[in-house]
């Protein structure tokens, strides 16, 4: 099997309807529910969105059964990405902050 990348038309809708409606869910479910206080705050949520979507929420075009279903493996879910350390700002060293810096 040979799989052919059709790249879609950008100013055309309706070109890859599961993508847009993919989005359109994400940004409905996910990005715009509430306002995040941090970067790592909105990616946490992500995870947890992507795991509902994926292994809880029923989907209509599967009978109403998650996507994760359809796979052998489901025990696999998103894992947030660990939260990454709050550099301080130093004032008058005219380059970014190193661990050497902080020290």
Do not use: C
Request: aromatic share 8%.
């Amino acid at each position: 099997m040979n799989p052919r990348r059709e790249p879609s038309s950008p100013h055309k809708r309706g070109t890859k309807p599961r993508a847009l409606h993919f989005n359109r869910t994400m940004k409905e479910e996910w990005l715009y529910v509430r306002a995040y206080a941090s970067d790592g705050e909105r990616t946490a949520a992500l995870a947890a969105f992507l795991n509902t979507y994926n292994h809880d929420r029923p989907h209509s075009s599967l009978g109403n059964k998650p996507p994760a279903s359809r796979v052998p493996i489901t025990s696999y879910r998103v894992q947030p990405q660990p939260k990454m350390l709050d550099v301080p700002q130093i004032e008058g060293l005219g380059h970014e902050p190193t661990l050497f810096d902080l020290l």
